[in-house]
């Protein structure tokens, strides 16, 4: 089944196509490191890149970001603006901005978050982050004068996080720690 990556739609499945995810790959790794990946049978390894970026796009769509989805029918957390609540108590349509301070438009999709999206799709396809022990991070819990130190399990590689940090209301590894004010 094809991706559906058009911002705001109700039946949208991805943050990103499968074109703009090859694109992207194209710059940044050997493109043989993308396109050799794939499921048995599958040829052109586009049905298990369509699914991994799937996955990936609901992944990075519980991560806690600034603002509110643009509109309340679309199915993924993307596009999104600002959220101001006017004195009428009613949602106005500010603007987003990226980490350089250019506007992020209510319809698109920036393309940190897609460029992150198809970051997470290679990973997920590369080894299998929800199982794996890379997914493994320190966790800290202090109370008063106790303290507790172990793992936790973080499906989404800290570089993917990084990717889109500047758009989030605070960093999902710190436990709520503010990334920008």
Not at 12 to 37: C, H, N, P, R
Not at 120 to 132: G, I, N, V, Y
Request: charge should be negative; glycine fraction near 8%; hydrophobic fraction near 40%.
């Amino acid at each position: 089944m094809t991706l559906n990556a058009t911002p705001g739609d109700l039946n949208a499945d991805s943050f990103i196509t499968l074109e703009e995810a090859e694109t992207y790959m194209g710059k940044v790794y050997f493109k043989s490191d993308w396109t050799a990946l794939g499921l048995p049978g599958d040829a052109t390894g586009d049905a298990a890149k369509e699914v991994a970026l799937r996955q990936a796009t609901q992944m990075l769509g519980l991560l806690p970001w600034i603002g509110v989805r643009a509109t309340g029918t679309q199915q993924l957390a993307w596009p999104r603006h600002a959220g101001v609540i006017s004195s009428y108590d009613q949602m106005s349509a500010g603007l987003l901005y990226d980490p350089d301070n250019y506007a992020i438009t209510n319809t698109d999709i920036p393309w940190q978050v897609k460029n992150a999206t198809a970051e997470c799709a290679l990973r997920l396809l590369a080894d299998d982050r929800l199982a794996d022990a890379g997914a493994l991070v320190p966790a800290n819990l202090k109370a008063g004068t106790t303290s507790i130190s172990g793992l936790r399990r973080t499906p989404l590689p800290a570089s993917v996080v990084d990717m889109v940090a500047s758009l989030l209301k605070y960093d999902p590894r710190s436990g709520g720690e503010l990334v920008r004010a």
